[in-house]
């Protein structure tokens, strides 16, 4: 039986991960950690009887361990807690689906501890690629993408000669607003932006999927999973989502994966790799699919991909200022502070304001980080 642990447990790749566990019933979740719906923690701790379970929020944490005090569950909070949460002692693997920045130490201390990561933190790698790719190297770990597309590279270059990429073609919905100028965005609300056309993700990614954030978080993500230069990926909109990405290689061969919008295709195949299971679930029916249709992604009304791409290039902690800006941006529009517009904006101007440190330790990636927010901040009042 596979044992696993889960850092993000009640989110919506953390439920999913928990749904092909059900399906498949030969994985043990020895630790769960949540960021604050204890309710629902406790649920899946009575449901799947980790030895290990962590509440970011102390005071939660103190009433889950109360809730739970008839089931022989240890409850931990905190950095701390995700840290112990991360390297859980029988875990073989750590389902890495933490939101935002703070993914970064439990993965490292995960690795450090000889585990494999199945890994859905975009900023883990995005932010300290330069230090995590070195350490899974040097303590011989795999690191298994969670993603649809990074699955679907991975996918694609089973058993080929990794040094034969000519091109990597990443796909995007285009989210909901594709074919609208930033004058037709001028108004969007959070309700709109939340309205996703194929996928079923949380907040924070939905908004991100709608600006080209999350495509841009992914191509620099891709850079360091693949170990491509940022100009051999190239971001192609495909609105259907059935492929979910393609490698092109240097004979002029294309490899894509297709399937169905569904996360739980990639989360299993990132915790079976390399067996394949059964999956139940809808399948792509060709007779019924007319075209598939491919455009260009549209830089100028959609501008954090192009900053994506500059922060990318530019690389040490500017990748850093990317995220950090864009989670604080989100943030304050999803709490109706700024328009949908200032999002990119924010971004561009925090990262025009910061001066690049070429190989950030992790220290330095979280002050930047802190920064960031500050900076930004400061500017809105």
Same mark, same amino acid.
């Given at each position: 039986?596979?044992?696993?642990?889960?850092?993000?447990?009640?989110?919506?790749?953390?439920?999913?991960?928990?749904?092909?566990?059900?399906?498949?019933?030969?994985?043990?979740?020895?630790?769960?950690?949540?960021?604050?719906?204890?309710?629902?923690?406790?649920?899946?701790?009575?449901?799947?009887?980790?030895?290990?379970?962590?509440?970011?929020?102390?005071?939660?944490?103190?009433?889950?361990?109360?809730?739970?005090?008839?089931?022989?569950?240890?409850?931990?909070?905190?950095?701390?807690?995700?840290?112990?949460?991360?390297?859980?002692?029988?875990?073989?693997?750590?389902?890495?689906? #933490?939101?935002?920045? $703070?993914?970064?130490?439990?993965? =490292?201390?995960? /690795?450090?501890?000889? %585990? +494999?990561? @199945?890994?859905?933190?975009?900023?883990?790698?995005?932010?300290?690629?330069?230090?995590?790719?070195?350490?899974?190297?040097?303590?011989?770990?795999?690191?298994?993408?969670?993603?649809?597309?990074?699955?679907?590279?991975?996918?694609?270059?089973?058993?080929?000669?990794?040094?034969?990429?000519?091109?990597?073609?990443?796909?995007?919905?285009?989210?909901?607003?594709?074919?609208?100028?930033?004058?037709?965005?001028?108004?969007?609300?959070?309700?709109?932006?939340?309205?996703?056309?194929?996928?079923?993700?949380?907040?924070?990614?939905?908004?991100?999927?709608?600006?080209?954030?999350?495509?841009?978080?992914?191509?620099?993500?891709?850079?360091?999973?693949?170990?491509?230069?940022?100009?051999? #990926?190239?971001?192609? $909109?495909?609105?259907?989502?059935? =492929?979910?990405? /393609?490698?092109?290689? %240097? +004979?002029? @061969?294309?490899?894509?994966?297709?399937?169905?919008?569904?996360?739980?295709?990639?989360?299993?195949?990132?915790?079976?790799?390399?067996?394949?299971?059964?999956?139940?679930?809808?399948?792509?029916?060709?007779?019924?699919?007319?075209?598939?249709?491919?455009?260009?992604?549209?830089?100028?009304?959609?501008?954090?991909?192009?900053?994506?791409?500059?922060?990318?290039?530019?690389?040490?902690?500017?990748?850093?200022?990317?995220?950090?800006?864009?989670?604080?941006?989100?943030?304050?529009?999803?709490?109706?502070?700024?328009?949908?517009?200032?999002?990119?904006?924010?971004?561009?101007?925090?990262?025009?304001?910061?001066?690049?440190?070429?190989?950030?330790?992790?220290?330095?990636?979280?002050?930047?980080?802190?920064?960031?927010?500050?900076?930004?901040?400061?500017?809105?009042?």
């Amino acid at each position: 039986m596979k044992k696993i642990s889960i850092l993000g447990s009640t989110g919506s790749i953390g439920t999913q991960t928990l749904d092909v566990v059900r399906l498949n019933g030969d994985i043990q979740v020895t630790a769960m950690a949540a960021g604050s719906n204890s309710k629902l923690l406790e649920q899946q701790i009575r449901e799947f009887s980790p030895a290990l379970a962590c509440v970011w929020d102390d005071k939660k944490a103190r009433e889950l361990k109360e809730n739970v005090k008839d089931l022989p569950v240890k409850v931990v909070s905190g950095m701390d807690g995700l840290l112990e949460v991360a390297t859980e002692e029988k875990a073989e693997l750590v389902v890495a689906a #933490i939101v935002g920045m $703070i993914g970064i130490r439990p993965a =490292i201390a995960a /690795m450090e501890a000889g %585990k +494999d990561i @199945a890994l859905a933190n975009k900023e883990t790698l995005v932010t300290a690629g330069h230090i995590i790719m070195p350490l899974a190297r040097e303590k011989k770990v795999s690191i298994l993408p969670v993603d649809s597309e990074h699955s679907a590279i991975f996918q694609c270059l089973n058993g080929e000669d990794k040094r034969q990429v000519e091109k990597i073609l990443l796909t995007a919905s285009g989210g909901p607003f594709r074919g609208r100028t930033r004058e037709q965005m001028r108004d969007i609300q959070v309700e709109d932006a939340l309205k996703h056309p194929n996928w079923a993700m949380g907040r924070k990614i939905t908004i991100d999927s709608s600006t080209m954030v999350n495509k841009g978080l992914e191509v620099m993500e891709a850079r360091w999973l693949f170990d491509v230069a940022m100009d051999q #990926i190239q971001v192609v $909109i495909q609105p259907k989502s059935v =492929i979910h990405s /393609m490698v092109e290689f %240097k +004979d002029g @061969a294309v490899m894509a994966q297709f399937g169905t919008p569904d996360m739980r295709l990639p989360i299993q195949y990132a915790l079976y790799y390399p067996q394949r299971r059964y999956l139940p679930g809808e399948r792509l029916d060709f007779w019924t699919m007319n075209q598939i249709a491919f455009e260009k992604p549209d830089f100028e009304n959609f501008p954090a991909l192009s900053l994506a791409y500059e922060a990318g290039k530019t690389g040490g902690s500017l990748p850093t200022v990317f995220n950090a800006a864009n989670e604080y941006a989100v943030g304050e529009f999803l709490n109706r502070r700024i328009s949908y517009l200032a999002i990119a904006d924010m971004i561009g101007r925090a990262m025009e304001n910061h001066k690049v440190i070429e190989n950030p330790t992790v220290e330095q990636i979280l002050e930047t980080e802190r920064e960031t927010y500050e900076m930004l901040k400061d500017g809105r009042h």
